[in-house]
C-alpha cells in the first residue's frame, strides 16, 4: 500500500475515534460487535464482528444471488461456521457460466460492514435537516411496527390512505408483496419504483421499434461487429461475468466499436472508439443508417428490396413508398424520405465531432457483417432529455441488418414460467379502492409528462418528480412514506429537493442495511437482511441465450436483528394492522400457501418461504413442468440455486412483434398512436405536446427515429465543458459506497486514482484553464456545486469532464463520509445534474444535461 493510503485510513480511524456520532453509534448493537471491531482497520472488522470460527474449521457451497447491479448473477457462497467467506458464480448458470466480476466480492464488505443498522431505531430531533442530528436510537421491533401501523390506521380512518406512499429502489421479484399488493390493500396509488432514474429511456427504443419493453440480450459469441452505445459491458452495464468472459473470443472473431465521449474499459479494448460529442448519438445513428441504405448493404430478408432489386437510395433524393416490397419492417421508405435522405456522414461528423473516414469506415463495416451485427444501447444515448429518440435512432440499427431476434445479434428474454402471487382485488374495501383512484404524486400523465410505457400514455414512473409532488403537495400531501432499499436524497439528481421533501412528510421509515443520505430524514429505522447471505427470494435475467431464474436464500447468521424487506416486513406489519381490525392485508398473505404442503403462512419465516415456492413452483415441481431445466423437487432446486430456460429460439418474432404492425417499425405507428391518445387526453395536438416537452420533432417527425440536438442546460460561455457521468466498474449501483476496497481498488477505472474522486480533463484543456492533476477544485453547474480532485487526461474528448458517480456520501458510513453525518468524501455527481426528463418515457436525465465551469481551490 503506498504512504498516500496508507495516511488516509489512518486518518479515517483517527477522526472516527475523536467524533462518532450518535447515528453510528446507536447502529452497532449493544456496545460489544462495535468494540470488538474498533481500533482495526474498518476493512479488517469482517471477522471480529462475525464471531469465533476456528480457521481449521471446513466450509460448505451455497447457492445465492448477487444484486450488486442489474446483472443478477448466480452465485455460490463459501459458509465457514457462520459465517461467509468468499463468493463465486455459480457453475449451473448458463447465463452468468460460472463467471464473476470484481465487484462481487465486496458484498463479504457489505454484510459485516460494522456500520450496518442492526436494529430498529427512532428518530428523537423532530427537526429534519442535513445538520440535524436525527438522534436516533435503538427501540424493539415491535415497537417500530406498532407505529407504522398506527400511522397507517390513523390514514385510513381519516379516508386518506392515497397520502401513503411506497418508495422502491433495487428489488427482488417477491416486491409485489410490498410494493403491489400492500399499497393497494391499504388503498394508495403510490407505489413510486426507481425504474425511471435507471433505464427507461433506453427500453423506449426498443419498445417503438420492436415492440419489446425491457434489456435486451447479446448474441456475441456469433457477431460479427459489435457496436456500442454508451454502455460499457467489461464494467458495466449487464451481465458482465459472461461478457467480460467471453470478450476476448469477441475481439478475435468481431471487430468492436464504442461510441462514448472518454475512454471507457471496453473502449480501451475495442477496435474502434468513437468519442462523441455528448447527446449526438442519433447525429451518428442516422448517418450510418444513411450509408446502409445507400450502399445497399441492409437485410434484404428482414427489411426486403426494391420491386426490381435496383437500389434508389440516393443521397437527398426521395423514394417512391411503392417501389420498396418490405418484409419484416415497417416504414423503411418512409423513414429514408422523412429523415435518413438527408442525414450524411459529413453532417453526421460537424455534430458529433467525429471524422467522416471514422464514420464511413464504421457503418461499412457495421452494414457488412449484416446480420451478425450487434447496435448495443446503453444508458448514454438514452437517459438523456431527448433520449427517448436517441435510443430508438441506435436500436433501428438492429432492424436495417436485421439482427433482430436473430443469430449474432439483438435478442429478447427466453421464457420463463414464475408466477404471479395471488390478486389483491378481493381484499381491497372501500377506503381503499376510493384511495387508489387518485392521481399519483409523480404527475405522470400529464401534458408535459406523457411517460408513455408498453404504449400507454402516463403508465411509466417518474420517480424523481415525486419529489415535486411532495414539496408542492400536487396533487396532494403525502402523510407516511415508507422507502425500501433505495437512496433518492443521493441516487436521484438535484438531490436536495429530496431531502426537502423527506423532510416535510411527517412521518418516513427506511428499510435498509446501511445508514444513508434517505434514513438521516426518516423517522423509523427498519434494518434488512443483505440479499446475497441472508433472505429468501428470486430474480430473472438474460444473456448466452439463455434466460435463468436465480434464487437467494438465508445461507449465514444474522448477526443483527435483521427483518426481509419484501416479506417478513410486510407480513409482521400485517399482523399489527389485524390486531387493529384492518385484517385484510392478513388475510391476503395468508393466501399464499406452501404448494407441497397446502398449508398458509403462520409466521413471518414461513410467509417468506411459502411465497418464494409458490412463485417458483412450475420450475421445480416436476408435476408442473414447463419447460428447461428440469428439477425432483424444492430442495433440488434450492441447492441448486438456478433454472435455466430452453436454448434461445431465434427468428420466432419475425412478422409477429408486439407492435401496432406486428413489423420492425422504423414509422412507429405505435408510438403515433400513443402520443395521438395522450394528445386527445390533453385536448391538444401531438405537436403541442413535443414542444411542451422539450422535444424539436413536429409533424410526421414524432413518429420515426430522428436527429434532435442535445438540450443542455448551462451557456457555453460561463460553462464551458459538457459534464460526463459514468459508472465505476465497482460500483455496486449506490451500495459500495462503504467499502475500502472500493477506494483501495478505484484506478481499475480508466483514469481514476484511488483513495480519490477525480473529474477527468483532457490535457488540452486544462493548460487552458491554468489546472494540474492533484489540484483541488471546484466544479459548478447551473444547479449545483461540487468539490473533487482534478485529473488530467487523454481518455475524454476536449470540451467535456468526466467524473464516475458513487462518491461525494455525507451519511452512508464512516468509510464513505468524509465526517459521517457532516461532510462528504468527494463530490456528489447528482449535485450537479438538473432535474431534467426525457419526458416520453419519464426518465431522469444523467447525460448530455448539464454545462459546468471549473475553478481551482488549491494547488495539488
Ligand atoms: N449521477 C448518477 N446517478 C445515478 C446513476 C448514475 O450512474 N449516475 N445510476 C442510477 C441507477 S442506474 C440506479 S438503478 C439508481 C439506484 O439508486 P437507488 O434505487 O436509490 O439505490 P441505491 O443508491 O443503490 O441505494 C440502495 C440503498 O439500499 C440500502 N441497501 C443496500 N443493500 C441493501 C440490501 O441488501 N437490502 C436492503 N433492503 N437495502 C439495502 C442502502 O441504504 C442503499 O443506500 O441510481 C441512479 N442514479
Ligand atoms: N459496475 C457497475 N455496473 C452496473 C451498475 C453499477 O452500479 N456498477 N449498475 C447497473 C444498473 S442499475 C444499470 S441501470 C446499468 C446501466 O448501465 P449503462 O447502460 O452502461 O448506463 P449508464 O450508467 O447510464 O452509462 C452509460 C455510459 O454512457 C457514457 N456516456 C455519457 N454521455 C454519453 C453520450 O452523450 N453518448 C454516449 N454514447 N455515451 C455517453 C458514459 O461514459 C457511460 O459509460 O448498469 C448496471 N451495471
Ligand atoms: S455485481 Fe453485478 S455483475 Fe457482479 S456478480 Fe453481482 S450482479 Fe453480477
Ligand atoms: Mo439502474
Same mark, same amino acid.
Given at each position: 500500500?503506498? @504512504?498516500?493510503?496508507?495516511?488516509?485510513?489512518?486518518? *479515517?480511524?483517527?477522526?472516527?475515534?475523536?467524533?462518532?456520532?450518535?447515528?453510528?453509534?446507536?447502529?452497532?448493537?449493544?456496545?460489544? *460487535?462495535?468494540?470488538?471491531?474498533?481500533?482495526?482497520?474498518?476493512?479488517?472488522?469482517?471477522?471480529?464482528?462475525?464471531?469465533?470460527?476456528?480457521?481449521?474449521?471446513?466450509?460448505?457451497?451455497?447457492?445465492?444471488?448477487?444484486?450488486?447491479?442489474?446483472?443478477?448473477?448466480?452465485?455460490?457462497?463459501?459458509?465457514?461456521?457462520?459465517?461467509?467467506?468468499?463468493?463465486?458464480?455459480?457453475?449451473?448458470?448458463?447465463?452468468? &457460466?460460472?463467471?464473476?466480476?470484481?465487484?462481487?466480492?465486496?458484498? *463479504?464488505?457489505?454484510?459485516?460492514? =460494522?456500520?450496518?443498522?442492526?436494529?430498529?431505531?427512532?428518530?428523537?430531533? =423532530?427537526?429534519?435537516?442535513?445538520?440535524?442530528?436525527?438522534?436516533?436510537?435503538?427501540?424493539?421491533?415491535?415497537? $417500530?411496527?406498532?407505529?407504522?401501523?398506527?400511522?397507517?390506521?390513523?390514514?385510513?380512518?381519516?379516508?386518506?390512505?392515497?397520502?401513503?406512499?411506497?418508495?422502491?429502489?433495487?428489488?427482488?421479484?417477491?416486491?409485489?408483496?410490498?410494493?403491489?399488493?400492500?399499497?393497494?390493500?391499504?388503498?394508495?396509488?403510490?407505489?413510486?419504483?426507481?425504474?425511471?432514474?435507471?433505464?427507461?429511456?433506453?427500453?423506449?427504443?426498443?419498445?417503438?421499434?420492436?415492440?419489446?419493453?425491457?434489456?435486451?440480450?447479446?448474441?456475441?459469441?456469433?457477431?460479427?461487429?459489435?457496436?456500442?452505445?454508451?454502455?460499457?459491458?467489461?464494467?458495466?452495464?449487464?451481465?458482465?461475468?459472461?461478457? @467480460?468472459?467471453? #470478450?476476448?473470443?469477441?475481439?478475435?472473431?468481431?471487430?468492436?466499436?464504442? &461510441?462514448? !465521449?472518454?475512454?471507457?474499459?471496453?473502449?480501451?479494448?475495442?477496435?474502434?472508439?468513437?468519442? +462523441?460529442?455528448?447527446?449526438?448519438?442519433?447525429?451518428?445513428?442516422?448517418?450510418?443508417?444513411?450509408?446502409?441504405?445507400?450502399?445497399?448493404?441492409?437485410?434484404?430478408?428482414?427489411?426486403?428490396?426494391?420491386?426490381?432489386?435496383?437500389?434508389?437510395?440516393? =443521397?437527398? %433524393?426521395?423514394?417512391?413508398?411503392?417501389?420498396?416490397?418490405?418484409?419484416?419492417?415497417?416504414?423503411?421508405?418512409?423513414?429514408?424520405?422523412?429523415?435518413?435522405?438527408?442525414?450524411?456522414?459529413? #453532417?453526421?461528423?460537424?455534430?458529433?465531432?467525429?471524422?467522416?473516414? %471514422?464514420?464511413?469506415?464504421?457503418?461499412?463495416?457495421?452494414?457488412?457483417?449484416?446480420?451478425?451485427?450487434?447496435?448495443?444501447?446503453?444508458?448514454?444515448?438514452?437517459?438523456?432529455?431527448?433520449?427517448?429518440?436517441?435510443?430508438?435512432?441506435?436500436?433501428?440499427?438492429?432492424?436495417?441488418?436485421?439482427?433482430?431476434?436473430?443469430?449474432?445479434?439483438?435478442?429478447?428474454?427466453?421464457?420463463?414460467?414464475?408466477?404471479?402471487?395471488?390478486?389483491?382485488?378481493?381484499?381491497?374495501?372501500?377506503?381503499?379502492?376510493?384511495?387508489?383512484?387518485?392521481?399519483?404524486?409523480? %404527475?405522470?400523465?400529464?401534458?408535459?409528462?406523457?411517460?408513455?410505457?408498453?404504449?400507454?400514455?402516463?403508465?411509466?414512473?417518474?420517480?424523481?418528480?415525486?419529489?415535486?409532488?411532495?414539496?408542492?403537495?400536487?396533487?396532494?400531501?403525502?402523510?407516511?412514506?415508507?422507502?425500501?432499499?433505495?437512496?433518492?436524497?443521493?441516487?436521484?439528481?438535484?438531490?436536495?429537493?429530496?431531502?426537502? $421533501?423527506?423532510?416535510?412528510?411527517?412521518?418516513?421509515?427506511?428499510?435498509?442495511?446501511?445508514?444513508?443520505?434517505?434514513?438521516?430524514?426518516?423517522? *423509523?429505522?427498519?434494518?434488512?437482511?443483505?440479499?446475497?447471505?441472508?433472505?429468501?427470494?428470486?430474480?430473472?435475467?438474460?444473456?448466452?441465450? /439463455?434466460?435463468?431464474?436465480?434464487?437467494?436464500? !438465508?445461507?449465514?447468521?444474522?448477526?443483527?436483528?435483521?427483518?426481509?424487506?419484501?416479506?417478513? &416486513?410486510? #407480513?409482521?406489519?400485517?399482523?399489527?394492522?389485524?390486531?387493529?381490525?384492518?385484517?385484510?392485508?392478513?388475510?391476503?398473505?395468508?393466501?399464499?400457501?406452501?404448494?407441497?404442503?397446502?398449508?398458509?403462512?403462520?409466521?413471518?419465516?414461513?410467509?417468506?418461504?411459502? $411465497?418464494?415456492?409458490?412463485?417458483?413452483?412450475?420450475?421445480?415441481?416436476?408435476?408442473?413442468?414447463?419447460?428447461?431445466?428440469?428439477?425432483?423437487?424444492?430442495?433440488?432446486?434450492?441447492?441448486?440455486?438456478?433454472?435455466?430456460?430452453?436454448?434461445?429460439?431465434?427468428?420466432?418474432?419475425?412478422?409477429?412483434?408486439? @407492435?401496432? @404492425?406486428?413489423?420492425?417499425?422504423? /414509422?412507429?405507428?405505435?408510438?403515433?398512436?400513443?402520443?395521438?391518445?395522450?394528445?386527445?387526453?390533453?385536448?391538444?395536438?401531438?405537436?403541442?405536446?413535443?414542444?411542451?416537452?422539450?422535444?424539436?420533432?413536429?409533424?410526421?417527425?414524432?413518429?420515426?427515429?430522428?436527429?434532435?440536438?442535445?438540450?443542455?442546460?448551462?451557456?457555453?460561455?460561463?460553462?464551458?465543458?459538457?459534464?460526463?457521468?459514468?459508472?465505476?466498474?465497482?460500483?455496486?449501483?449506490?451500495?459500495?459506497?462503504?467499502?475500502?476496497? /472500493?477506494?483501495?481498488?478505484?484506478?481499475?477505472?480508466?483514469?481514476?486514482?484511488?483513495? %480519490?474522486?477525480?473529474?477527468?480533463?483532457?490535457?488540452?484543456?486544462?493548460?487552458?484553464?491554468?489546472?494540474?492533476?492533484?489540484?483541488?477544485?471546484?466544479?459548478?453547474?447551473?444547479?449545483?456545486?461540487?468539490?473533487?480532485?482534478?485529473?488530467?487526461?487523454?481518455? +475524454?474528448?476536449?470540451?467535456?469532464?468526466?467524473?464516475?458517480?458513487?462518491?461525494?456520501?455525507?451519511?452512508?458510513?464512516?468509510? $464513505?463520509?468524509?465526517?459521517?453525518?457532516?461532510? =462528504?468524501?468527494?463530490?456528489?455527481?447528482?449535485?450537479?445534474?438538473?432535474?431534467?426528463?426525457?419526458?416520453?418515457?419519464?426518465?431522469?436525465?444523467?447525460?448530455?444535461?448539464?454545462?459546468?465551469?471549473?475553478?481551482?481551490?488549491?494547488?495539488?
Amino acid at each position: 500500500m503506498n @504512504t498516500h493510503k496508507h495516511a488516509m485510513i489512518t486518518k *479515517l480511524v483517527s477522526d472516527l475515534s475523536m467524533s462518532r456520532r450518535h447515528f453510528l453509534k446507536a447502529s452497532a448493537a449493544g456496545g460489544t *460487535l462495535l468494540a470488538a471491531g474498533m481500533g482495526l482497520k474498518p476493512e479488517l472488522t469482517a471477522l471480529a464482528e462475525a464471531g469465533d470460527t476456528p480457521p481449521e474449521e471446513k466450509g460448505t457451497w451455497h447457492a445465492g444471488t448477487c444484486q450488486g447491479c442489474t446483472s443478477w448473477c448466480a452465485k455460490q457462497v463459501y459458509v465457514v461456521g457462520d459465517r461467509a467467506v468468499k463468493v463465486r458464480g455459480n457453475p449451473h448458470s448458463k447465463v452468468c &457460466v460460472g463467471a464473476s466480476c470484481v465487484r462481487a466480492h465486496m458484498a *463479504l464488505q457489505q454484510v459485516y460492514d =460494522p456500520d450496518r443498522i442492526k436494529t430498529p431505531m427512532k428518530r428523537t430531533n =423532530p427537526k429534519k435537516g442535513r445538520h440535524e442530528d436525527p438522534g436516533f436510537v435503538p427501540i424493539s421491533w415491535d415497537e $417500530a411496527l406498532d407505529t407504522l401501523a398506527d400511522k397507517i390506521m390513523a390514514l385510513r380512518d381519516a379516508d386518506e390512505t392515497h397520502k401513503y406512499m411506497l418508495m422502491r429502489g433495487r428489488y427482488t421479484y417477491m416486491r409485489d408483496i410490498l410494493y403491489d399488493r400492500m399499497t393497494k390493500i391499504i388503498g394508495s396509488p403510490n407505489n413510486i419504483s426507481h425504474s425511471a432514474i435507471c433505464a427507461e429511456a433506453e427500453k423506449f427504443g426498443s419498445y417503438y421499434t420492436e415492440g419489446y419493453w425491457s434489456y435486451r440480450q447479446y448474441d456475441v459469441k456469433k457477431a460479427r461487429y459489435v457496436l456500442i452505445w454508451g454502455a460499457d459491458p467489461l464494467a458495466a452495464n449487464r451481465q458482465v461475468p459472461f461478457y @467480460t468472459s467471453v #470478450w476476448g473470443d469477441v475481439m478475435e472473431r468481431a471487430r468492436v466499436a464504442v &461510441v462514448e !465521449p472518454r475512454l471507457s474499459a471496453t473502449a480501451g479494448k475495442a477496435d474502434e472508439w468513437l468519442p +462523441i460529442v455528448p447527446g449526438q448519438d442519433s447525429a451518428l445513428a442516422l448517418a450510418i443508417a444513411h450509408v446502409i441504405l445507400t450502399r445497399g448493404l441492409w437485410s434484404r430478408e428482414f427489411v426486403g428490396d426494391f420491386k426490381d432489386g435496383s437500389n434508389r437510395f440516393v =443521397p437527398g %433524393q426521395t423514394v417512391d413508398e411503392s417501389t420498396f416490397d418490405e418484409a419484416f419492417t415497417h416504414g423503411v421508405v418512409a423513414w429514408w424520405n422523412l429523415e435518413v435522405k438527408d442525414r450524411s456522414p459529413a #453532417w453526421a461528423a460537424e455534430k458529433t465531432g467525429l471524422p467522416v473516414a %471514422q464514420i464511413l469506415r464504421v457503418a461499412e463495416d457495421f452494414g457488412k457483417a449484416a446480420p451478425r451485427a450487434i447496435s448495443w444501447v446503453g444508458g448514454g444515448p438514452s437517459m438523456q432529455v431527448r433520449g427517448g429518440y436517441g435510443s430508438m435512432a441506435c436500436h433501428a440499427l438492429n432492424g436495417l441488418v436485421g439482427a433482430c431476434d436473430n443469430e449474432g445479434g439483438t435478442l429478447v428474454s427466453n421464457k420463463e414460467y414464475t408466477r404471479k402471487f395471488p390478486k389483491p382485488d378481493a381484499f381491497m374495501d372501500d377506503i381503499a379502492k376510493k384511495g387508489k383512484k387518485h392521481e399519483k404524486i409523480d %404527475q405522470r400523465g400529464r401534458l408535459t409528462f406523457p411517460a408513455l410505457k408498453s404504449g400507454k400514455p402516463g403508465s411509466a414512473v417518474l420517480t424523481n418528480n415525486a419529489a415535486d409532488g411532495i414539496l408542492n403537495e400536487d396533487p396532494y400531501e403525502i402523510k407516511v412514506a415508507v422507502g425500501y432499499m433505495n437512496n433518492f436524497t443521493f441516487s436521484c439528481t438535484q438531490p436536495d429537493r429530496w431531502e426537502r $421533501a423527506l423532510a416535510k412528510i411527517p412521518f418516513v421509515a427506511h428499510l435498509t442495511t446501511h445508514a444513508s443520505e434517505f434514513s438521516w430524514f426518516s423517522d *423509523l429505522l427498519l434494518p434488512n437482511t443483505h440479499h446475497l447471505f441472508e433472505k429468501y427470494g428470486y430474480v430473472k435475467s438474460i444473456a448466452n441465450g /439463455y434466460r435463468h431464474v436465480t434464487l437467494m436464500q !438465508p445461507v449465514i447468521k444474522r448477526i443483527g436483528d435483521y427483518k426481509t424487506d419484501e416479506t417478513e &416486513v410486510p #407480513w409482521l406489519l400485517a399482523e399489527k394492522l389485524s390486531q387493529r381490525g384492518f385484517d385484510n392485508l392478513l388475510r391476503h398473505y395468508k393466501e399464499y400457501r406452501d404448494p407441497e404442503t397446502g398449508k398458509e403462512p403462520t409466521t413471518a419465516d414461513e410467509f417468506s418461504l411459502y $411465497a418464494l415456492k409458490y412463485a417458483t413452483q412450475s420450475l421445480w415441481d416436476p408435476a408442473q413442468y414447463k419447460g428447461g431445466d428440469k428439477f425432483n423437487g424444492w430442495k433440488e432446486f434450492l441447492e441448486t440455486g438456478v433454472w435455466n430456460s430452453d436454448p434461445y429460439p431465434y427468428r420466432k418474432r419475425w412478422g409477429k412483434m408486439k @407492435t401496432a @404492425t406486428e413489423k420492425f417499425e422504423f /414509422y412507429s405507428v405505435t408510438l403515433k398512436n400513443a402520443l395521438e391518445k395522450h394528445a386527445k387526453k390533453h385536448k391538444t395536438t401531438v405537436d403541442e405536446v413535443l414542444s411542451a416537452c422539450n422535444y424539436e420533432a413536429q409533424g410526421e417527425h414524432a413518429f420515426i427515429p430522428h436527429h434532435e440536438d442535445p438540450f443542455t442546460i448551462g451557456d457555453a460561455d460561463t460553462y464551458p465543458f459538457v459534464f460526463v457521468d459514468h459508472k465505476s466498474r465497482l460500483n455496486r449501483e449506490g451500495r459500495s459506497a462503504n467499502c475500502t476496497w /472500493y477506494y483501495d481498488f478505484k484506478d481499475l477505472d480508466p483514469g481514476d486514482e484511488p483513495w %480519490q474522486d477525480v473529474a477527468k480533463i483532457n490535457p488540452a484543456d486544462a493548460k487552458k484553464i491554468g489546472i494540474k492533476s492533484g489540484d483541488t477544485i471546484r466544479i459548478t453547474s447551473p444547479t449545483g456545486t461540487i468539490e473533487c480532485t482534478a485529473k488530467l487526461w487523454e481518455g +475524454i474528448r476536449p470540451g467535456t469532464v468526466a467524473k464516475c458517480f458513487g462518491q461525494g456520501h455525507w451519511a452512508y458510513g464512516r468509510v $464513505a463520509a468524509g465526517e459521517f453525518g457532516k461532510t =462528504p468524501r468527494g463530490g456528489n455527481n447528482n449535485d450537479l445534474i438538473p432535474a431534467e426528463y426525457d419526458r416520453l418515457s419519464g426518465s431522469t436525465v444523467r447525460h448530455a444535461g448539464t454545462r459546468v465551469k471549473i475553478e481551482r481551490i488549491e494547488e495539488g
